[in-house]
Structures are given as C-alpha cells and as structure tokens.
C-alpha cells in the first residue's frame, strides 16, 4: 500500500487502451509511457468525451525530433537526461507559449547504458535555471541498478535521496522543486524508505507486457 502522499504511475506502455481504461474505472489516474507515437495514439484515443481523464507522464528516452508527439499531452516529462532536451523543451515551450514540467534525471545505476546527468551537471543547470523560463523543474528521477542485490539498489536509492534533500536545501525558494521519481515493480518497497514521492509501476499492475 502505497502513502497517500505518493503519486502512482502506472505504466502502460505495451499494453493496450482497454487496459487503461479498466485501470481508470478502478481509479488509476496517471499513467506512464516510453514511446513517443504509443503515447500519442492512446493519448488520442482516450481523449474522447466521456471518458474520465487521465494524466500523462513521459518516463522514457525523448528524442527531441519526437517532442510534439509528447508535450501537448503529457504533465511531465520525467526523463530530461541532457541539456539538448533541456533546451529542446524550452524552445518548444517558448513557441508555444507553455511551460512544461520536467524532473532531470540523474545517472545513479552502475551500467553505462543507462541515461542520465552526474550530481555536477545538475548542479550546473539549477544554478542556470533562468535560461529555462518555459520549463519548471519540478525534481529528480533516477533507476537504480538492474540487480537482485537489495543492498546495491538501497545505496543507489540512498544516494539520489542524499542529493534531492541536498537541492532542496541549497534551493529553498524553488517550491516546485519536491519530487523524487525513484522505484519500479521490483524495488518500490526500498524506493519509499528513500523518500520517493513518484512510484512506476507496470508489471505489478498490468501483468507482463503484451
């Protein structure tokens, strides 16, 4: 059971519309997908009238060439993970005229492949943060390593929570700033005792991808 305080992704990507709408008859509200035209076609497809409306989060690789299949629908992008995108975001918000709510995400796990800023480079764009007036960075999300070691994904966990308190307290007037993205299907338990404040969870909910 997760705390009232935490916000429930559910995510649904490879899974198909009917699926999410027996999610949002059960109360689900926001929803989480990795691929730009999956998002887009749901998206649409539950943007019909009389069907109750859920909340978009993006939590995967954003290609910035892929941005209008993804900002007009989504309430965040959790996966900002270099400053093209950063600034790729800011432009498409300054077109727009939207600001865009955004989590940075930081490089936690121990494989290579996973994206990500190190705690300097995010440093770095919080002290710069007015060059970014159409995106408000709203906090951190991060992965831990893909690993049956508990004790590896607690010190990943532990690390990325040392760093957010650590903003919160260096940015005080930032009061978007206070969310922390951390925990999958297999580590949410361990992602809670670290302060997550956003959850994703696919396969618990929605079985094994279709």
């Known amino acids: 059971m997760l705390p009232p305080e935490t916000t429930l992704v559910a995510v649904s990507k490879?899974?198909?519309?009917?699926?999410?709408?027996?999610?949002?008859?059960?109360?689900?509200?926001?929803?989480?997908?990795?691929?730009?035209q999956e998002l887009e076609a749901k998206a649409r497809a539950l943007a019909e009238v009389g069907e109750p409306a859920p909340q978009w989060h993006f939590i995967g690789h954003l290609q910035t060439n892929k941005l209008k299949m993804v900002l007009p629908y989504v309430s965040m992008v959790e996966s900002v993970d270099?400053?093209?995108?950063?600034?790729?975001?800011?432009?498409?918000?300054s077109a727009a005229g939207t600001v865009s709510d955004?989590?940075?995400?930081?490089?936690?796990?121990?494989?290579?492949?996973?994206?990500?800023?190190?705690?300097d480079e995010i440093l770095e764009i919080m002290f710069g943060r007015g060059k970014y007036p159409h995106v408000r960075i709203c906090g951190l999300m991060g992965m831990a390593t893909n690993t049956d070691d508990e004790l590896t994904v607690d010190a990943d966990f532990s690390r990325i929570e040392d760093f957010f308190l650590y903003l919160k307290d260096l940015f005080p007037e930032m009061e978007d700033f206070r969310e922390l993205s951390i925990g999958m299907s297999g580590d949410w338990r361990t992602a809670l005792r670290h302060g997550a404040t956003i959850v994703r969870i696919g396969t618990a909910i929605f079985g094994e991808r279709k």
């Open 82 to 93: 270099s400053l093209h995108l950063l600034q790729a975001i800011e432009d498409w918000g």
């Open 102 to 119: 955004v989590l940075l995400e930081m490089h936690i796990a121990a494989e290579e492949s996973k994206q990500g800023f190190a705690e």
């Open 14 to 36: 490879f899974h198909p519309v009917e699926d999410i709408r027996e999610a949002l008859r059960a109360g689900q509200r926001v929803f989480g997908e990795s691929r730009p």
